[in-house]
């Protein structure tokens, strides 16, 4: 099992003036395992590029933080790169994030 140490970003929505709001990301770090790690290409036929997606899981050792706004976690930074979540299993005093495709900052 290898071991993970990185960020995973969380969608907040912060208030920049009086009665304004705005959805932000805040990043934490955390150390974890990567318990399943594979990958496969998707052709899209209208590209020439392949999209990677990949059916990882990362188990992270949560903080107080993180059982409270497990719901709001967007991405996981990995191997360079920011991995969408798209889902995610509560098992205290951990939480296992199953990713996907790239995240690009909109989803």
Do not use: C
Request: net charge negative; charged share 20%.
């Amino acid at each position: 099992m290898a071991k993970f140490y990185g960020k995973v970003g969380y969608s907040t929505v912060v208030e920049t003036a009086p009665d304004v709001f705005r959805d932000t990301i805040v990043e934490r770090t955390y150390y974890g395992d990567v318990t399943r790690n594979s990958f496969r290409p998707q052709a899209d036929q209208n590209s020439t590029v392949d999209d990677v997606t990949i059916s990882n899981q990362i188990s992270i050792v949560a903080d107080p933080f993180a059982i409270a706004h497990f719901g709001s976690i967007k991405y996981v930074s990995w191997m360079e790169q920011k991995w969408k979540v798209t889902s995610i299993e509560v098992a205290y005093p951990r939480l296992i994030l199953q990713i996907g495709g790239v995240w690009h900052g909109t989803e």
